[in-house]
């Protein structure tokens, strides 16, 4: 007995076969809001990462989605997880006997199956611009083309090993840009792209300006070390913002910068390939401060001072905040800094 397009559907995920699926969905309907190409490229992107990470089957599971706040809370679909990774990506279906009418992507949903919430996930994302029957305002279309003549002038790069100087021209000219796309701009491919990118190169041109900072924090700290607390105490509120502008670094760059296995003197940032050096002073700076700043906001916390209130306070994470309540006067002529 010939098969049915729903279970056709079901075997194309199971065996991650993404040319069946493109045969078997409906040219004239939209999955996801998407029009039938953009989702196959998506589900194809989807496919991809699951091989990448070992899996070779995907079994579907039941489920619902149990986000509460959405619109399609309680709405019935699959999960399929692959076979090796226990990656998990999700889906909620509209369904007959025989066809899938509409699919969309769920990143609340829950079979019943224990450790759902703890599996690593696979998501696929349409953004606004990409939906059927998107139509861009005249304002949008201004900031795509902008975007894009932002992207399209990275290319020129290609094939050239990108140093922070190269990149500098760059970000100058489309800092502007940048600040101004934010949520939910984002919601949009081309901008959001943009964003992405831009962000991206910023962390890997502030590397050097940061690793002057810290080697100068660090000289500072070696001057009062053998000091008194109250010389640390002003080390670490001056230094306070350079910290977090290195941990922010820290934190991103291994996302961004992907070593390359034939080039110890480089890596890439996507597809462009960037000089690579080792900044051993951010990475000193880093662990002293964090490791005194933490020591010293344990000490002098005032989170049970009865004037503070009930409910969480960011403030309770700033070390100024807690000396200024104790009363505590760091002007020191003896230190210069």
Same mark, same amino acid.
């Given at each position: 007995m010939p098969k049915t397009k729903k279970q056709l559907v079901f075997q194309a995920f199971k065996n991650l076969d993404i040319n069946l699926l493109e045969v078997v969905l409906d040219e004239d309907k939209a999955?996801?809001?998407?029009?039938?190409?953009?989702?196959?490229?998506?589900?194809?992107?989807?496919?991809?990462?699951?091989?990448?990470?070992?899996d070779t089957r995907l079994t579907p599971y039941s489920g619902t989605c149990?986000?509460?706040?959405?619109?399609?809370?309680?709405?019935?679909?699959?999960?399929?997880?692959?076979?090796?990774?226990?990656?998990?990506?999700?889906?909620?279906?509209?369904?007959?006997?025989?066809? &899938?009418?509409?699919?969309?992507?769920?990143?609340?949903?829950? +079979?019943?199956?224990?450790?759902?919430?703890?599996?690593?996930?696979?998501?696929?994302h349409v953004y606004k611009d990409e939906e059927a029957n998107f139509s861009p305002s005249p304002e949008l279309q201004i900031k795509q083309q902008k975007s894009l003549k932002a992207l399209a002038e990275l290319e020129r790069f290609k094939g050239k090993t990108i140093t922070h100087s190269m990149i500098a021209p760059w970000i100058a000219e489309?800092?502007?840009?940048?600040?101004?796309?934010?949520?939910?701009?984002?919601?949009?491919?081309?901008?959001?792209?943009?964003? +992405?990118?831009?962000?991206?190169?910023?962390?890997?041109?502030?590397?050097?300006?940061?690793?002057?900072?810290?080697?100068?924090?660090?000289?500072?700290?070696?001057?009062?070390?053998?000091?008194?607390?109250?010389?640390?105490?002003?080390?670490?509120?001056?230094?306070?913002?350079?910290?977090?502008?290195?941990?922010?670094?820290c934190r991103a760059i291994g996302g961004i910068v992907k070593d390359d296995p034939e080039d110890d003197?480089?890596?890439?940032?996507?597809?462009?390939? &960037? &000089?690579?050096?080792?900044?051993?002073?951010?990475?000193?700076?880093?662990?002293?401060?964090?490791?005194?700043y933490f020591e010293m906001l344990e000490k002098y916390d005032t989170a049970d001072f009865d004037d503070h209130g009930e409910g969480w306070d960011i403030r309770l994470y700033d070390l100024g905040y807690h000396l200024k309540r104790r009363g505590i006067d760091l002007d020191d002529d003896e230190v210069p800094f």
């Amino acid at each position: 007995m010939p098969k049915t397009k729903k279970q056709l559907v079901f075997q194309a995920f199971k065996n991650l076969d993404i040319n069946l699926l493109e045969v078997v969905l409906d040219e004239d309907k939209a999955y996801n809001a998407a029009p039938k190409s953009t989702f196959i490229e998506k589900v194809k992107v989807a496919f991809e990462e699951f091989k990448k990470r070992g899996d070779t089957r995907l079994t579907p599971y039941s489920g619902t989605c149990r986000n509460s706040l959405c619109e399609n809370y309680g709405e019935p679909g699959f999960a399929f997880i692959g076979n090796h990774s226990n990656s998990i990506l999700s889906f909620l279906f509209e369904t007959t006997d025989e066809e &899938v009418k509409d699919m969309a992507y769920c990143g609340s949903f829950h +079979t019943d199956r224990e450790n759902d919430e703890s599996r690593p996930t696979i998501s696929i994302h349409v953004y606004k611009d990409e939906e059927a029957n998107f139509s861009p305002s005249p304002e949008l279309q201004i900031k795509q083309q902008k975007s894009l003549k932002a992207l399209a002038e990275l290319e020129r790069f290609k094939g050239k090993t990108i140093t922070h100087s190269m990149i500098a021209p760059w970000i100058a000219e489309y800092q502007k840009l940048y600040g101004k796309y934010k949520y939910p701009i984002l919601s949009f491919s081309i901008l959001a792209d943009f964003r +992405t990118m831009y962000y991206k190169f910023l962390q890997f041109y502030k590397q050097p300006e940061l690793e002057l900072v810290s080697e100068k924090a660090l000289n500072d700290y070696d001057w009062i070390a053998d000091g008194s607390e109250k010389h640390l105490l002003k080390w670490l509120l001056k230094y306070k913002e350079s910290w977090e502008e290195c941990d922010d670094l820290c934190r991103a760059i291994g996302g961004i910068v992907k070593d390359d296995p034939e080039d110890d003197s480089s890596a890439y940032i996507r597809d462009f390939k &960037v &000089v690579k050096k080792n900044y051993e002073h951010i990475d000193r700076f880093g662990s002293i401060y964090g490791s005194w700043y933490f020591e010293m906001l344990e000490k002098y916390d005032t989170a049970d001072f009865d004037d503070h209130g009930e409910g969480w306070d960011i403030r309770l994470y700033d070390l100024g905040y807690h000396l200024k309540r104790r009363g505590i006067d760091l002007d020191d002529d003896e230190v210069p800094f």
